[in-house]
């Protein structure tokens, strides 16, 4: 890959993987992004701004590992399609669908969890390089998946081991915010209700502290989800108006 294709370039030491995402996310161009760690690579291919596909070199991301993990299959059938696999060089997806071990409606949800699983696992690396290369096409013969990139960001944020680094990038304790969302953004992130309830809390008035606190997870999950809603812009910093009640006199 030639450096002059390069879009965007990152190192998690000193920018969060949240933050490059909403990046490449605002681009809205179709590319490549690979997140490296010593020999483990791990690709994410991104079209109109969604994540379409995701690839890792690690064994433990395969598919069959997958199935493995979630039992999908007996040892042995997942043995002998694994066997298969390595002699005829096919995919082991179709290799499972042609001997009737599983339903393509069933290869395409552990397709599309297996994806999901290795964009997960991105979150939880405290290092590494992240690069966005323009264009790139999906190889051949591959599932195409559709995981929206606000949503990404959002369970990704979620599934974060630490919230400290997170938290940390909004601020004081003392700092204020002020809802900034549409009822379009809330179904485009596909907010579940104790997000909702979390989010609401946002009025204006509470502060960093009071919404860590008083949100209806624990203190680490409230700071993470407050720092995905500022990242996904549904709040704000809050301005000194906001927080003021205005009461409208009547007069004669």
């Known amino acids: 890959m030639m450096e002059r294709n390069y879009k965007y370039r990152g190192d998690l030491r000193s920018t969060t993987l949240p933050e490059m995402l909403h990046t490449i996310h605002r681009t809205r161009v179709p590319g490549v992004i690979e997140a490296r760690r010593g020999e483990i690579v791990k690709q994410v291919w991104v079209k109109d701004g969604d994540v379409i596909h995701a690839a890792s070199n690690d064994r433990e991301d395969s598919l069959g ?34 001997r009737g071990l599983l339903s393509p409606a069933a ?13 997960w696992s991105l979150f939880a690396w405290p290092e ?49 915010f002020a809802p900034s969302y549409t009822v379009a953004d809330l179904i485009e992130i596909a907010l579940d209700e104790v997000e909702l309830k979390l989010l609401r809390l946002v009025n204006g008035r509470r502060n960093l502290y009071e919404l860590c606190t008083q949100g209806p997870l624990t203190p680490a999950e ?11 812009q549904l709040v704000r910093l809050a301005a000194p108006e906001d927080g003021v009640i205005k009461i409208k006199l009547k007069t004669e």
């Open 128 to 176: 590494g390089e992240v690069t966005f290369s323009l264009g790139g096409e999906l190889p051949p013969g591959v599932v195409r998946i559709l995981i929206p990139m606000r949503q990404v960001i959002l369970h990704g944020i979620r599934r974060a081991p630490d919230a400290k680094p997170l938290v940390a990038q909004l601020g004081r304790r003392e700092t204020v």
């Open 107 to 119: 290869i395409h949800e552990a397709i599309r969890e297996q994806n999901e699983a290795i964009v």
């Open 65 to 98: 590992a997958y199935l493995e993990r979630t039992r999908r299959l007996e040892p042995k059938d997942l043995a002998a399609a694994e066997a298969l696999r390595q002699a005829s060089h096919r995919r082991l997806g179709e290799l499972l669908v042609e």
């Open 222 to 232: 409230n700071g993470k989800l407050v720092y995905a809603y500022h990242l996904l």
